[in-house]
């Protein structure tokens, strides 16, 4: 008899946010009163099918402790093994998860800079994922005309968009699976964990998401991603 699938997620939240302009890292910046990584924490850890949520911090990071997470207890652990790139605080993170989890779990791993990640996200990336033999993510099909530009920012030429999707998180693969992709590229940095799948010759489905599920990249995004806050909280009551 086949066991019961289990899901875990995983928060990399060791950057610095540069391009955000400020020296407080992007991921704890102020987002409707809380910082913005609590937000993807609560995200996962209130879905009740996903047993834990491991964030993978800095190893000099002192500002996680400054905030209160004991709501999450239950589920959340802490992991200060953050490397230099995303893809170096993922693979640390996933081998500080192997002693609790089997190579079989699947892991969803999340931006701590996407904090409108809806409980129907979640539900939908399961629902797609939990037969599927590689995994994959949630994604958006470009509905813009896209533009490549030369270094003085005039268009070189126009870019087809068909069959084009923008790539969001959470992006969801065996723990095993994803574990052997990111040790196999070595030096290579993959841009995110797909990438690092479709390397080992394999083809993650895209799930279609919605573009509230933004990624707070510019100060700019603050304000949106507020008003997409408001609006889960309210589906939530």
């Known amino acids: 008899m086949r066991a019961p699938e289990r899901y875990f997620a995983l928060i990399p939240a060791a950057g610095s946010g540069s391009r955000m302009g400020s020296e407080l890292p992007k991921q704890y910046l102020e987002l409707a009163a809380a910082p913005m990584l609590q937000h993807a924490v609560r995200a996962l ?47 640390n993170g996933l081998r500080a998860m192997a002693p609790v989890l089997q190579p079989e779990d699947w892991v969803l791993v999340h931006d701590a800079a996407r904090p409108c990640l809806a409980q129907a996200h979640l539900d939908a990336l399961i629902a797609a994922l939990v037969d599927d033999e590689v995994g994959g993510l949630l994604a958006v099909p470009v509905a813009d005309t896209l533009k490549r530009a030369d ?40 841009t995110d964990e797909a ?21 707070v990249t510019f100060p700019g995004d603050f304000k949106l991603a507020e008003v997409i806050l408001k609006n889960l909280r309210s589906e939530l009551k």
Request: some cysteine.
């Open 151 to 190: 270094q003085a920012s005039r268009v070189t030429h126009t870019e087809p968009r068909e069959n084009l999707w923008q790539a969001q998180t959470p992006q969801m693969f065996r723990h095993s699976l994803l574990l052997r992709a990111l040790e196999a590229l070595g030096t290579d940095t993959p």
């Open 45 to 91: 850890c209130i879905h009740p099918q996903i047993e834990r949520v491991f964030v993978v911090l800095a190893a000099e990071d002192a500002h996680f402790a400054r905030y209160d997470w004991t709501p999450f207890d239950a589920k959340l652990r802490r992991l200060y093994c953050g490397g230099a790139t995303r893809a170096a605080s993922v693979l």
């Open 195 to 215: 990438c690092a799948i479709e390397h080992l010759g394999l083809k993650p489905k895209l799930v279609a998401c919605d573009v509230t599920n933004l990624k």
